[in-house]
């Protein structure tokens, strides 16, 4: 028979059902954008907290879309293109992040394309095409492909904005989930992990963001931009943005 532990637990599935949901939906737009491109493969890297690496977040490339494989950013093109802002479209492209994504992926890199993701001034990452697919195989990316692909990552910061909300308010609920099976002195309900309580110190944005929605369209306006204020800060601060899978 159901019981408040089993309302929980259900409660507790239903956000990483909501979570995972946001990570497809970024690997179908990175698929959407691969499609227009005629490349034939697609990542998305983002920075690795506390580190000077870029990590594969998302990935076409199934050895590569796991989270686990970095570059860095001191030396290689993904990070030239983060640091900097600037696109780039590279033949036989040579540096220490392709060789080693080369040698994990057991590829060759014949054709590289990456774009930064920025919007609200900020860098959310690197965008990546490599190689041509069949109907443009030998074709090198053109300067349409690269304006393209900048159309692209303007979409991809508008989707990992939207994944960070969602994974905000899915810690926010795991950590209160825990604190009412504490409150009841129930069993058999999930703690929330090392990542979801380190979410806690995201909570005043994602709390900005939802009341946010229940206000008249100028208050919104403001409170978000304090919202942005509080980013700026963090950014100033030396904090980059984390996205965990």
Known sequence: ????????????????????????????????????????????????????????????????GNGEVTVPIDGSISGYVFTTRQAMAKIQPESAGVAKVDEVAKSQTTFLLA?????????????????????????????????????????????????RQVGFCTSSARIEIASHAEEFGLADVPEPTAAELAALRHRMPARLAERAADLPLRERELLCRIGELIGEYAGIEGERVAYDL
Request: proline letters at 5%; charged letters at 20%; aromatic letters at 8%.
């Open 1 to 64: 028979m159901p019981d408040p532990a089993h309302a929980l637990r259900r409660l507790h599935a239903h956000s990483g059902t909501l979570l995972a949901g946001a990570t497809a939906m970024l690997r179908e737009l990175v698929a959407d954008a691969c499609g227009s491109l005629a490349a034939a493969e697609g990542s998305i890297l983002v920075p690795v907290e506390g580190t000077n690496d870029l990590r594969f977040f998302i990935s076409l490339n199934p050895v590569l």
């Open 115 to 163: 774009v930064p993701i920025v919007d609200d001034e900020r860098v959310y990452g690197v965008a990546t095409f490599v190689n041509r697919s069949a109907e443009k195989e030998g074709t090198p990316f053109s300067v349409e492909d690269l304006r393209m692909a900048r159309y692209f990552g303007e979409v991809y910061a508008t989707a990992m904005k939207l994944h």
